[in-house]
């Protein structure tokens, strides 16, 4: 069975040209990754908003991030160098108001790899070149959208230094439970918050360390406890992988074990990752998730899990229902990207929201029944 993505002709949905900066003199790099709940007629979009500064050239009583030594220290900028000698990297701050500050790095630093947009690292010390928050975007038809002018979200902790990333949008028992990624110095961990109606947001702290990202919450408790799927990633034995989780409070998780890998020779071979948060079927829990290739193309299939015992993987994806095709998806900050934080079933249609080359938003209609009967089972 082939499966068909009806991609919605109005993509790209939302862009950076859409989303004025929180921050003054700032620049909107990526509006993407969203996660995605309806509640009664409205769709509700939870917008990663990536943006970095744009002052031409440090001022004095900047600091620059000297990494020339052992480790990383402080110093003030030297304001003589040409403006183009140094790049920013957004952060928090240590006051106690937690301010988001602009630091410096000299581009002609000793082992510096700026190859990435999105990164400079040296040695094992990385920084990001753009600070995220959350954006609550609504719309009655789920294909136009207005965007909030000011973050719904923001970092706040010293383990969100960095910025927070990638919402999933889970609703149990009248309340949104929204996990996200933490990013600082310290690693990339996953966090929790909750809100009743996005108007206020409240924060429960980290729930996996570093690194542990792409996390579902399951919409419902299966065997009296509530279970997520969730990625780890080893560092010297083994590879990426999907494992499970259980938990009586939705914070402390146990009960981990292994639920899915990649597959050698096939569209996920390289590297694998929870995508929209998982759905119940006739059949089993249905979970979109992402995989890379060999080509670093990364793209969506479908998993199918117990009802009962949703560790077990039921059947799979032979092949990607969505892989980067269009210009969008194709071209932009992250190229030959597309990745879904959430979706939103309707009868037999299936509407998945997605990042397309880590810098706009779109989606795609698919057919529940076709992306079933695709399905291989798994030996």
Known sequence: MTVVARRLPENPLLTPDDIPPVHGGWKVVCAFNAGAIKIGAETLLLLRVAERPERPAPQAGDQEIDLSGAGPTLKPVDTALPADNYIAVPMLDDSPDRRVVVRYIRRNTPGLDASDPRLLKKGTHTYLTSISSFRLARSTDGVHFDVEHDAAMRPTEPLERYGIEDP????????????????????????????????????????????????????????????????????????????????????????????????????????????????????????????????????????????????????????????????????????????????????????????????????????????????????
């Open 168 to 379: 999933r949008i889970t609703a149990i028992d009248g309340v949104y439970f929204i996990n996200y990624t933490a990013v600082s110095e310290h690693g990339i961990c996953t966090a929790l918050a909750s809100t009743r109606d996005f108007v206020s947001y409240e924060k429960h702290g980290v729930i996996l360390p570093a690194e542990n990202r792409d996390v579902t919450i399951f919409p419902a408790k299966v065997g009296g406890r509530y279970r997520t799927l969730h990625r780890p990633v080893p560092k010297e034995i083994g590879v990426p992988a999907v494992w499970f989780a259980s938990s009586d409070n939705l914070v402390d998780w146990g009960e981990h074990r292994f639920c899915f890998g990649s597959r050698p020779g096939t569209w996920d071979s390289q590297r694998i990752g929870g995508g929209a948060v998982p759905f119940r079927t006739a059949r089993g829990w249905l979970e979109i998730y992402h995989g890379v290739n060999p080509d670093g193309q990364y793209a969506l299939g479908a998993v199918l899990l117990g009802l009962d015992e949703p560790w077990k993987v039921l059947a799979r994806s032979p092949a990607p229902i969505l892989k980067p095709e269009a210009d969008f998806e194709t071209e932009g900050f992250f190229g030959n990207v597309v990745f879904t934080c959430g979706c939103i079933l309707e009868g037999d249609r299936l509407r998945v929201y997605y990042g397309a080359a880590d810098m706009v938003t779109a989606a795609a209609d698919f057919s529940l029944e076709e992306i079933l009967a695709s399905l291989h089972e798994e030996g």
